[in-house]
């Protein structure tokens, strides 16, 4: 159920990428919460009659499919939506040549805030990526905890995007004023049963130094694009989103003097503290992570 001291959610969003690991998270969350979801995606060879609730099979890189999903120009399918959560993307670098990676998310996004603005719709959240922040850190980090305070440094043409796309938001916001786009710089997302894994990292911090040790349960990440749809600020603004704490039972002091034993650690640090700061998210969204892997797995394995 929703936070009852949460501003109003709009009463329809559409969410794209709602067949992936964090959309069906999303999707769930905000259902429960009372909000009328329209799920699109395009998974390869799906029926929509064999998903629960409202799904439409969209082509992201089509403008025109997009503004149909949008305004209600789908048959079955109403319009009046508030909000759009863009979470449809290639995930990640390498698994797909870098230009079809490219083609496809710089398209898909900049088809998806277009068509919003031009349907009238004022509330975008969309997933950017903790990847902007120079993962996977082979050139370390600035200093830690990482957070939104120092320009994108992109390290892969997924990131590259990804940075792209903040910069549209700036840009989008600008052209016009009423407009609020949150982006959400999503650590790793994990579901429970991904946790089983998390007693192998345990021998070597090398495994996970990629991302300073982050991840994100899903359904945090849910909470977060929640908390991100009822900003009501103008403007395009960017959050990490993390866990509270890392993947590693080592804490975070010992982490950084062993890897990253030259970068600046800034204030001083809880035993298991993310290094992906979320003070920015918690204090102006009010997000607060409700989950952790130790709550299902063993620390110690």
């Known amino acids: 159920m929703t936070d009852p001291l949460l501003p109003t959610l709009p009463t329809r969003v559409v969410v794209t990428g709602a067949a992936g690991k964090l959309g069906r998270a999303v999707v769930a969350h905000l259902r429960a919460a009372g909000v009328d979801v329209l799920a699109v995606d395009r998974a390869?060879?799906?029926?929509?009659?064999?998903?629960?609730?409202?799904?439409?099979?969209?082509?992201?890189?089509?403008?025109?499919?997009?503004?149909?999903?949008?305004t209600g120009g789908a048959d079955e399918h109403a319009g009046g939506v508030g909000a759009v959560v863009h979470l449809a993307a290639v995930p990640a670098p390498g698994l797909l040549p870098n230009s079809v990676t490219f083609a496809n998310n710089s398209a898909a996004t900049y088809n998806v805030f277009a068509a919003a603005r031009a349907a009238g719709i004022r509330r975008v959240v969309w997933a950017s990526s903790e990847t902007v922040l120079g993962l996977p850190f082979d050139t370390p980090p600035p200093y830690a905890p990482v957070d939104e305070e120092y320009p994108p440094r992109p390290e892969s043409t997924y990131s590259l995007n990804k940075a792209l796309e903040e910069e549209m938001a700036r840009h989008f916001c600008r052209w016009d004023p009423e407009l609020v786009m949150v982006g959400l710089r999503f650590s790793n997302v994990m579901d429970v049963e991904d946790y089983a894994a998390f007693p192998s990292f345990q021998a070597d911090p090398?495994?996970?130094?990629?991302?300073?040790?982050?991840?994100i349960d899903a359904r945090d990440g849910a909470q977060a694009v929640e908390r991100a749809l009822a900003h009501d600020r103008p403007g395009a603004d960017v959050f990490i989103i993390a866990n509270a704490d890392t993947v590693m039972n080592r804490s975070s002091a010992d982490l950084m003097a062993e890897v990253y034993p030259d970068v600046e650690v800034r204030g001083k640090l809880g035993e298991h503290e993310t290094l992906l700061s979320i003070d920015k998210a918690r204090r102006v969204l009010g997000y607060e992570p409700r989950h952790s892997w130790r709550d299902h797995v063993d620390p110690a394995g």
């Open 44 to 70: 390869g060879g799906r029926d929509p009659r064999d998903v629960d609730g409202e799904f439409l099979l969209v082509d992201l890189t089509d403008y025109g499919q997009v503004v149909e999903a949008f």
């Open 206 to 215: 090398e495994l996970r130094r990629w991302n300073l040790w982050g991840y």
